[in-house]
């Protein structure tokens, strides 16, 4: 299997390269050569299989056993996973006859992102390894800067995946002061020599942007060999894509005649990863219904699966509509750049980076049909290297009705105020099943209530619940003031974050959102005896 930049960068990458390089040359996300089938007996070969050998399974498929023989994938998952809370990595969890939670939180960050995050981690150590050990004696060691940005999960999660790795130093920006405690916490209080954390005056739309532009300046990109965290890099949708796989089958062993009822997936979204994980199963042949995107107040998915139109602010009479109040966690304002402040603010992003892989499916799919497959994917490539600088020059780009009506054919997308938010956690603490959730999930949950009575009977729910609730305590806590039964410590903080705001921090402040200024950081503290403690540009 080869890779290739979604933009129409001819040059086709190994596995192991695209791991390596996250973000090609012309600003594209790589992509497979293919989507490959699932074997014939996969139902019946894969049903009793646990996360690891599923894990195996599906990453066997995208990945040459030339690259990765099938005993060093296996112990690369098996290492990955160790770290996990729960035997199952993911566990499903049934709320109700026709509502379920597929759990990501379990891993050591307590997000989701740490499925894909502890794997990568091990792929980019494993690769240099190998490489250096290849090296003739006195020769420098190859190194890889890791260099990501985080609305609040992606940076502990790789920080955690990476910390003291040889040869590996990981620089995370995020937008100073809207991250929740927490999640600010677990990043600024890893004091490994390799971690750097940068606080960015300014927002996680700023930070992904500086990233960015970080990879696209090919000068320093070689001399430091930046390495991405973000789900911009292609191993961590695949990584993703095999909890899918998992709840399948455990819903399968809780419901009876499974052969008679569909699956429907909804999953609170920002960067658009995590469900791009789902639309790769099911091109696989996952057999699954139309997957449900919930967004937040910062709807431009949403927006998009109504209009067809992208656009990093919307354009249309509902524009002037103020988001739902309420302070946030991570205390996302609203400022110029059409950013709003939610209780979910790990959704508070404008542009969904992973959507432009979505894109090309689209664009691949609805070119002239008489080309060969060469053609058309030339073809679907110019196509997204014309919206994508739509996108960056006007902010907006307007798609054809016949591309938006294939991307309704695969999802359904449906927007959730704060004040639903609240009322969700609430709902579900109060149900039966008397489950707490956290806002991002919550958002996943009112969006699958919405759409649950338009459902045909036979259709089974999973949402995909991405973070632990005791991140987002205010949000929490604010939901489920009066309820004479919750009591946060008892019910929701684990021991693990006890006295953790208490602990000592290291974080560099990056004064203003811009790139020169963060190259001066990596510049600086790039060598691994460097100190930053108290730093600032």
């Known amino acids: 299997m080869k890779y290739f930049s979604t933009r129409g960068a001819e040059q086709l990458l190994s596995f192991e390269e695209t791991v390596l390089a996250g973000l090609a040359p012309d600003g594209g996300l790589y992509i497979p050569e293919h989507v490959p089938s699932l074997p014939d007996n996969w139902q019946t070969t894969w049903k009793d299989f646990s996360f690891i050998d599923l894990s195996v399974a599906v990453l066997s498929l995208y990945i040459s056993p030339e690259e990765i023989s099938q005993h060093e994938l296996r112990a690369l998952v098996e290492k ?303 196509t997204i290297a014309d919206w994508m600088s739509k996108v960056k020059s006007d902010g907006r780009v307007q798609v054809p009705v016949a591309v938006l009506e294939l991307a309704r054919r695969d999802f359904f997308a449906e927007r959730v105020s704060d004040e639903e938010t609240l009322e969700t956690i609430k709902y579900y603490f109060e149900s039966d099943a008397h489950y707490i959730a956290d806002p991002h999930t919550a958002v996943g949950l009112c969006a699958a209530r919405r759409v649950a009575a338009q459902n045909p009977p036979q259709t089974r729910q999973i949402v995909l619940s991405t973070a632990h609730p005791a991140k987002f305590s205010e949000a929490v806590t604010r939901a489920l003031q009066g309820s004479p039964s919750f009591d946060f410590e008892r019910d929701v903080l684990p021991p693990e974050f006890k006295g953790l705001l208490e602990r000592e921090r290291r974080v560099i402040d990056v004064e203003a959102a811009q790139v020169d200024l963060v190259k001066q950081v990596i510049e600086r503290f790039a060598a691994p005896a460097a100190s930053e403690v108290g730093a600032s540009v």
Not at 212 to 237: M, P
Not at 286 to 315: C, M, Q
Request: glycine fraction near 8%.
């Open 80 to 382: 990955s996973y160790s770290t996990f809370r729960h035997p199952d990595v993911t566990p499903l969890k049934k709320l109700n006859d026709k509502t379920y939670v597929l759990e990501l939180f379990h891993g050591p960050t307590f997000a989701f992102k740490d499925v894909a995050l502890q794997l990568l981690g091990n792929l980019f150590e494993f690769f240099l390894k190998r490489r250096n050990a290849n090296k003739a004696p006195g020769e420098q060691p190859e190194r890889l800067t890791v260099v990501g940005a985080t609305s609040g999960d992606t940076g502990s999660a790789a920080i955690y995946g990476l910390r003291n790795k040889a040869n590996i130093s990981i620089f995370i920006l995020h937008p100073k002061g809207r991250v929740s405690p927490i999640q600010e916490a677990q990043m600024t209080t890893v004091t490994d020599a390799n971690v750097h954390n940068l606080a960015v005056k300014g927002t996680f739309d700023d930070c992904q942007d500086i990233v960015k532009s970080l990879f696209a300046d090919r000068e320093f990109n070689t001399a430091h060999r930046l390495g991405a965290v973000n789900s911009i890099n292609w191993a961590r949708i695949l990584a993703q894509t095999v909890y899918y796989f998992l709840s399948y089958f455990h819903l399968r062993r809780q419901i009876p005649n499974p052969d008679e009822v569909e699956v429907q997936y909804v999953v609170p979204t920002g960067n658009f990863g995590d469900i791009l994980a789902g639309y790769y199963a099911k091109r696989m042949g996952l057999p699954i219904g139309r997957l449900g995107v919930a967004t937040n107040a910062n709807d431009i998915l949403a927006r998009f699966w109504k209009s067809g139109a992208y656009e990093k602010v919307d354009s249309s009479a509902e524009a002037s509509v103020p988001a739902a109040g309420g302070a946030s966690d991570g205390k996302q304002a609203t400022d110029a750049s059409g950013v709003r402040e939610t209780l979910s603010p790990a959704m508070d992003i404008l542009v969904s980076s992973n959507f432009e892989r979505l894109l090309w499916y689209l664009a691949f799919e609805g070119a002239a049909q008489g080309d060969d497959v060469a053609a058309r994917r030339k073809a679907a490539s110019a």
